[in-house]
């Protein structure tokens, strides 16, 4: 299977680990994240805490073994937080996939012609590509209602971006 160019926004990323789709990510993208995103996932700082969330333990698991790659944008745009800015910047400019989850810069990136993919995008394409049950999609659908809007995924036209 081809491998599509991803870039990985916090949002995306911390749905993804918290639900248990993150590991499926990379059969079907190479995922890149820029510094911003790093620094939102990987939120505690070593020197006043020994805390570490497990979506941090895992993404720094996945970097650790050339998983993850780093990619930064030339240049952030100033909108929304500084990791969906440069998580779309970089998107846009190397005309790849976005990964991520919130409501109002998938709107926006999808809007600006960006290819994107959501949480619930991702676990309806696992079940179509015959990677999970009809049980677990449902199962991952309905833990995502809580955190995801249905406007980011579900009324989009023409299906699943893949």
Same mark, same amino acid.
């Given at each position: 299977?081809?491998? +599509?160019? *991803?870039?990985?926004?916090?949002?995306?990323?911390?749905? *993804? *680990?918290?639900? &248990?789709?993150?590991?499926? $990510?990379?059969? +079907?993208?190479?995922?890149?994240? !820029?510094?911003?995103?790093?620094?939102?996932?990987?939120?505690?700082?070593?020197?006043?805490?020994? $805390?570490?969330?497990?979506?941090?333990?895992?993404?720094?698991?996945?970097?650790?073994?050339?998983?993850?790659?780093?990619?930064?944008?030339?240049?952030?745009?100033?909108? +929304?937080?500084?990791?969906?800015? !440069?998580?779309?910047?970089?998107?846009?400019?190397?005309?790849?996939?976005?990964?991520?989850?919130?409501?109002?810069?998938?709107?926006? *990136?999808?809007?600006?012609?960006?290819? !994107?993919?959501?949480?619930?995008? +991702? !676990?309806?394409?696992?079940?179509?590509?015959?990677?999970?049950?009809?049980?677990?999609?449902? &199962?991952?659908?309905?833990?995502?209602?809580?955190?995801?809007?249905?406007?980011?995924?579900?009324?989009?036209?023409? &299906?699943?971006?893949?």
């Amino acid at each position: 299977m081809m491998l +599509f160019d *991803a870039s990985l926004d916090t949002s995306f990323w911390n749905v *993804a *680990a918290q639900v &248990g789709v993150a590991p499926y $990510l990379f059969s +079907f993208f190479r995922v890149y994240y !820029c510094s911003a995103v790093e620094r939102e996932i990987v939120t505690t700082d070593p020197g006043e805490t020994s $805390l570490i969330y497990p979506q941090a333990m895992l993404f720094r698991l996945l970097q650790e073994d050339g998983r993850l790659h780093q990619a930064e944008p030339e240049k952030p745009l100033n909108l +929304f937080g500084m990791g969906e800015a !440069c998580a779309l910047a970089v998107a846009r400019e190397r005309a790849w996939t976005l990964l991520i989850n919130d409501a109002r810069p998938l709107q926006f *990136a999808r809007a600006s012609g960006i290819n !994107c993919v959501a949480v619930p995008d +991702f !676990c309806v394409l696992l079940y179509a590509q015959r990677k999970i049950t009809h049980a677990a999609v449902e &199962g991952y659908l309905k833990r995502l209602a809580p955190t995801t809007s249905p406007v980011s995924w579900s009324n989009r036209p023409g &299906g699943l971006p893949m």
